[in-house]
């Protein structure tokens, strides 16, 4: 009676797992190969399309830093043995070879950023910190600037606005040295006061539309990955 009733059990606990093992695969599925597609959180995002598995391979692209959306950057030639219309392009491609960790969004990030710094610098009669952005003659000729203003006993109210715009324009290896103008657009409002505080030039009640190149330039054989400014002019 006994074994009969352990038959029974065995039987019983057989029926459960069988039910168990039905229900967990009704749960789970099965793969068909229609599947929707998963998100890696390792991959670089890309388009709709790419995200969810129409990507035809594309695994390359890299999004560059923010820069305008209608102004895409030259093509950087990666074959050595390849040469580009472009003269801007085939700078571009000099300093990358030069200098593999150049980035041009990122580059010009920090040449925006360079602008406003120098702007407000030279506003404000900061030769410190002029002198660790410029190169020797371009900060000589700022400082000199400075001080002509000091001796007048004249203030410099210059406020960066707006930066409308920043293109690339040149590029080139010269030796070791890389070298970038950028063309800033920029919206400003500029006013000099004497020292009664009457304005002597400009108008700090107007906002004014400027258009300055300025030339940045680097050793890519050293060390330091900053930029220095080592030209400047502006179109009056």
């Known amino acids: 009676m006994g074994n009969g009733f352990q038959f029974i059990d065995i039987i019983l606990f057989a029926m459960i797992a069988a039910f168990l093992i039905f229900r967990l695969r009704n749960v789970r599925g099965r793969r068909d190969g229609h599947e929707g597609?998963?998100?890696?959180?390792?991959?670089?995002?890309?388009n709709k399309d790419a995200q969810n598995g129409d990507d035809d391979g594309d695994d390359n692209v890299v999004q560059l830093s923010d820069r305008s959306q209608d102004d895409d950057w030259p093509p950087m030639e990666e074959d050595a043995t390849t040469a580009s219309d472009d003269p801007l392009a085939n700078g571009l491609t000099e300093i990358k070879r030069a200098d593999p960790s150049f980035n041009p969004g990122e580059?010009?990030?920090?040449?925006?950023?360079?602008?406003?710094?120098?702007?407000n610098a030279y506003a404000a009669g900061d030769t410190s910190l002029l002198k660790s952005l410029l190169s020797a003659d371009v900060y000589g000729n700022f400082s000199q600037a400075i001080r002509d203003r000091e001796q007048a006993g004249e203030v410099l109210e210059d406020?960066?606005?707006?930066?409308?715009?920043?293109?690339?324009?040149?590029?080139?290896?010269?030796?070791?040295q890389a070298t970038v103008t950028v063309k800033f657009v920029s919206e400003q409002v500029n006013a000099t006061r004497d020292e009664n505080g009457d304005v002597?030039?400009?108008?700090?009640?107007?906002?004014?539309?400027?258009?300055?190149?300025?030339?940045?330039?680097?050793?890519?054989?050293s060390r330091d990955p900053n930029w220095t400014l080592v030209a400047t002019r502006s179109l009056d």
Do not use: C, H, Q, Y
Request: net charge negative; charged share 25%.
């Open 37 to 46: 597609g998963f998100s890696d959180p390792m991959k670089p995002r890309g």
């Open 107 to 119: 580059f010009m990030e920090g040449a925006a950023a360079a602008f406003e710094m120098i702007l």
């Open 200 to 221: 002597v030039d400009g108008n700090p009640n107007a906002i004014i539309t400027v258009t300055d190149f300025w030339t940045f330039a680097r050793d890519t054989g």
């Open 159 to 176: 406020t960066l606005v707006d930066i409308k715009s920043a293109e690339v324009v040149e590029a080139f290896m010269e030796s070791r």
